[in-house]
C-alpha cells in the first residue's frame, strides 16, 4: 500500500506543476500541496503502512495530527526565518545604493566610457549590471536600475527587446554570486551548515562569466540583425548636481560579497557595514535623527520591495517539512527506478530546460522545489541538484521567463510584445543552459552521489 500513496503523491505533484503553467498562484499551489503530502502521509502512517515500512522509516513517519502539522505548518514556516533576514537585509541594502546614488554614478561613467558605440555601451553596462546585483537583491532594486540602463540602450537605436533582454539575462547571472541567493537555496535543501558560500561562488563564477560571454555574443548577433530608431526618451542618466559621489563608494555594490567570501564576514553584518559604509561617505550620516529615519525609511521600502517573496519563501518551507513526511513514499515508488546517472540527469536538464520557463518543473523559483525532492529521494546529492536545477532558474526563469516580476515590468515599461521577447530570449537563454550544464557535470558531476 506505500506505493499507492507514493502514486498520490506523485499525481498531486503532476497536478502542481499543471497549475504553475496554468498561472496559478504559485504560494497557494506549494501551501496546498504541502496539505496534500501531510494528509496522504498521515493516511499511510495510521492505516495503510506495514509494520516494517514505519519500523524503517520512525523518524519521518509521525501517526500523531498534531505532531505532523507542527513539523510542516510551524516548524517548516519557522526553519526559513534566517533566510528572510537575510532578503531583507539584502533589499535594505539595494535601497541605500539606491539612495545614496551610487548605482547611477556608476552606470553614468560606464555610459561615457562606451561613448556612441552601442554594442560596446551594451555590454558595458551590463557587466555594470552584473556588478550591481552580485551584492544588491530585490525587484524594487532591478526596477529602480531599469529606469535608468533602458533608456539609454534604447536611444542608441538598439531594439527594445535586444536592450531589454540584455538587462534582464545580466541579472540572472549575477545571482549566480549573490550571498542571498546562497542563502535560499542552501536552506531549501537543508544544507546551510555544509553547503558554503566559497563553495556556491567557486562553481557560480564560471556559470556568470559563461553566462555574460553568450549573452555578449547573443546580443551583438541581434543587434546586428537591425538597428531601432531612437527611443523617445532621455539619452543620458538624469543628473543631480546636489550629490557627489567619492570613487571610493563605487565598490561599494561587491563589497557584501568581498567581505562574505574573502573574510567569511557574515551576510547580514556584510550588509550592514557595508550599507553603512556607503551612507557615511555619500554624506548621510550627518545627523544622527535624520540617519535613524532614512534607515527605518529604507528598511520599511525594501521589506515591503520584497514581501511577496517572502510569502512563496515561506510556503516552500511548509512543502519542504510536507515532503520529508512524503520521502519515504516516494522513496519506495521511485527507489527501483535507474536514474542514478548523473550524466542522464544533466542531459535531461539541459534538454528540457524550457520546462522552467512558466513558473514550471525545472525552475526553484516555481514547481521545482517538488522536483528537487524527487531527485534527492532517488539518491543525488543535494549540492548536485541546486547546481543542476539552478542553472535553468537563473539562465531560463529569472534571465528569459515574463513570469518574473521585473520582467514583465520591463516588457511593459518598454512595449515589447511577449512573442519578441521569446524569440529573443528563449534560444539565447537555452545556450545558457546548455553550456553551463555541461561545464556543471565535468566539474561536479563525478561527485553527485
Partial sequence: MEVLIGILMLAAYAALVFYTFKGGSIQIGFLVIAVVYT?????????????AFLAANEAACPTNVVTAMSKVFQSGAESYGANLVNVMFGAWFGQVILETKIASTIIRKTVELGGDKPGLTMILLSLVVVFIFSGVYGAGAVIAIGVIVLPILMSLGIPKAVALFSYIASVGAALYISPVQHNQWATLFGITETYTYQEYFNWGIVCLVLQMVILAVFSLIYLRQGRAHAWAAQTSVPQDSTT?????????????????????????????????????????????????????????????????????????????????????????????????????????????????????????????????????????????????????????????????SWTAWGIGYTKVSTGDWLKKSVPACWAFCLVLMIYTFVTYGGAAF
Fill in 39 to 51: 494528509a496522504l502521509a498521515l493516511i499511510g502512517n495510521n492505516l495503510l503502512a506495514s509494520e
Fill in 244 to 404: 557627489k559621489v567619492p570613487a571610493i563608494a563605487l565598490i561599494v555594490p561587491l563589497l557584501p560579497v568581498i567581505l562574505l567570501y574573502l573574510f567569511k564576514i557574515p551576510v547580514i553584518a556584510g550588509f550592514l557595514i557595508s550599507g553603512f559604509f556607503a551612507l557615511a561617505v555619500c554624506g548621510k550620516l550627518k545627523k544622527f535623527s535624520d540617519a535613524a529615519q532614512l534607515f527605518a525609511k529604507n528598511f520599511h521600502d525594501g521589506v515591503v520591495d520584497v514581501a511577496p517573496f517572502m510569502c512563496f519563501l515561506l510556503c516552500v518551507g511548509m512543502f519542504n517539512a510536507a515532503a520529508s513526511l512524503a520521502s519515504p513514499y516516494l522513496g519506495v515508488l521511485l527507489g527501483g527506478l535507474n536514474l542514478k546517472n548523473t550524466l542522464l540527469i544533466c542531459v535531461l536538464i539541459a534538454a528540457l530546460a524550457p520546462l522552467a520557463l512558466f513558473r514550471g518543473p525545472l525552475t526553484l523559483a516555481g514547481a521545482g522545489p517538488a522536483t528537487a525532492n524527487i531527485l534527492t529521494t532517488i539518491g543525488f546529492t543535494s549540492p548536485f541538484v541546486l547546481m543542476t536545477m539552478g542553472i535553468p532558474t537563473l539562465s531560463m526563469h529569472v534571465s528569459g521567463c515574463f513570469t518574473q
